[in-house]
């Protein structure tokens, strides 16, 4: 008999609307991620994807309906309970007058860990990501790519059971967008479930086991890319999500 | 303890490596204490040590005109300059921007005829008094006008100065006039010149002391008046530096990863709150060195430091938490760098105007002094006056920190409630 898969996080009747806003940027969505899964949320511009990322780190507190991580309820749990999750945001989210190392070190104590516990995993990250060489050069003056890296490093240097990411490789060359995607895919292996969103069809192709596509704050479809596919008789991810989503601007 | 250690070394790195916060914070109070206390002290020089140079035109050259000129020459507040030809009041005026003097007096032809039948006719007055006590003179005195031109930008109270000092040689003058006359109407041979200076050498001293606390005799000068006030401006000044720096924080990317941070957002501002209150002190020591040390050596007064240095200590912390709780305030209800930065410049040249820093307090309309008790500048003021002007203890300002601490309380509270309401905590 098989064994069902742990839920990493679980989504029940989300609802979510800005002040002001006419029409929620979130409808009444459900979703359910498996712990060690690659799971990707796709849609275009203003789909909901970065407002659905907040609400799971707890930027923004839900209209109506629960978010459940490892299955405790984000509303109920307590601070404690954010070192399970790692967040990368879109936008650069660290001090440009620090170095990658004072960078990791603030965050990491912030994140609960010790002193050298962070000066291990530092030096680990920055090995990994080509960051040693100018681990003490202040972050403003690294190139976009570097930046992405340099961000990264600060959402995983805790090890999370899971790691959001929104959109992680905007703005980088084809080299630093491949070593972000292994990097990604180690993390994985070594047990983090990530949960990614993007636009980027093709890098999702390459990273997601599973995919859901979201557009104007409700879920299109989700299931397994090959299974997708199929039943869309779609040859690939970009050619399902425009026929899904349509060929207008959307934002 | 790790967190906020790590936190204060990140605000302090961040604070290093911001050259222009550096500026605001150390550099420009500096400049600010020198050209002020240089303006103040050399304002003081002009009123207390140097003579103000006057333009004489004596159109009457008689004694009381002499006598007049010799009597303010005495008084030791002018420096005279006779003019040799007579000169009308528009070459007066030339005069005065040609050769730099503030003061000209016209001294009238027929002068000292007038103040000479005045003298009579007052010296005549009393001997029929004395003779018939019920006796009334009819005769009118003759009145006469000494003219004083003077520069706009002399202040009034300097002109109400200068005014006295010419009163006064005037009624010496008169007053020997009619001695002279009662003199010899009694003894033509008395020996006149004698008598008046046994009279006009006044027997009577006045010794100045400076009014202070625990008996200390500093006297106040530019340099007492100055760093003070101006080290409670620059601490509170640190609202450009550190109100900014949290709007910048709270606007960038890295604000939003913290709030998903396992850790409360308050340890962030504890840290912001040490380590500013650290770079207060740090101005204080600063500026108080600049006055000890260093001003000696370029002419200006030296600061003496107050008697009780903790009570020094106790006022410079005390003031330093309200300087960096008020930063910390505008820092969590500005939106934008420029609302920090503007309204928090304005407020404190506001609050600093009203609590007596710009102005002091007793030259402030009356309206005004019943707003001075909300601004934490005045209280830190007075806290700071009474270490340094009158020479007090900790325990004789301690009225004036209770305001300073409640006002460092309101503001914490203003500015948790700020931060729980943009569900920062």
Known sequence: ?251 | MYKLYATLRKDLLLLLRDKVGITFIFIMPVILVLIITSIQNSAFDIVNNNKVPVLISNQDNGEAAVQFLDALDKIGLFELHLLRDSVNPVDLAARMHQEDALLAITIPIGFSERVSKRAVITANKAFQILETPESKSTQPLVSDTVILYYHPVLQDNYRLNIQNGLHSALKMVETKQILKVVYQSLNEDANVQQVDEDIFKSGIDVLEVPVSRGGIKTIPNATQHNIPAWTIFAMFFIVISLGSSLVKEKLSGSHLRLKTLPTNYLISLVSKLILYTGVCLGQVLVIFSLGVWLFPHIGLPALNLPQDLFGLFLVSLISALCAVSYAICIGVYARTQEQANGFGAVSIVILAAIGGILVPAFAMPEAFRSFMAISPLHWSLESYYGLFLEGGKLSDVWGNLLPLLAITFILQILAFAGLKKNNLI
Not at chain 1, 60 to 70: M, V
Not at chain 1, 109 to 136: C, F, N, P
């Open chain 1, 1 to 251: 008999m098989a064994v069902e898969a742990e839920s990493a996080l679980k989504l029940d009747k989300l609802s979510f609307q800005y002040k002001g806003s006419p029409a929620p940027s979130i409808k009444d969505l459900h979703l359910e991620v498996r712990k060690g899964e690659r799971f990707g949320l796709l849609g275009p511009n203003g789909a909901g994807k970065t407002t659905l990322m907040h609400l799971l780190c707890g930027l923004l507190l839900p209209g109506s309906g629960s978010i459940k991580l490892f299955d405790t309820d984000l509303s109920e749990s307590k601070i404690s309970h954010r070192k399970r999750f790692g967040f990368v945001p879109q936008d650069f989210s660290f001090y440009p007058e620090l170095s990658p190392v004072e960078n990791l070190n603030f965050f990491g104590a912030w994140y609960g860990l010790k002193q050298d516990r962070i000066m291990k995993r530092s030096k680990e990250l920055l090995h990994i990501l080509g960051l040693t060489e100018v681990k003490d050069k202040a972050v403003k003056t690294f190139s976009g790519g570097m930046k992405r890296r340099v961000n990264l490093a600060i959402g995983v240097i805790h090890k999370p059971q899971i790691l959001f990411l929104d959109e992680p490789t905007v703005g980088v060359d084809v080299q630093t967008r491949n070593a972000i995607i292994a990097y990604l895919k180690q993390l994985n292996r070594d047990g983090i479930t990530l949960f990614y969103t993007s636009h980027q069809m093709k890098e999702a192709e390459e990273l997601c086991e599973r995919i859901a596509l979201i557009d104007e704050g409700k879920i299109v479809v989700s299931g397994s890319i090959f299974q997708l596919l199929n039943d869309n008789k779609e040859q690939d991810l970009e050619k399902l999500f425009l026929k899904l989503t349509g060929k207008d601007f959307r934002d």
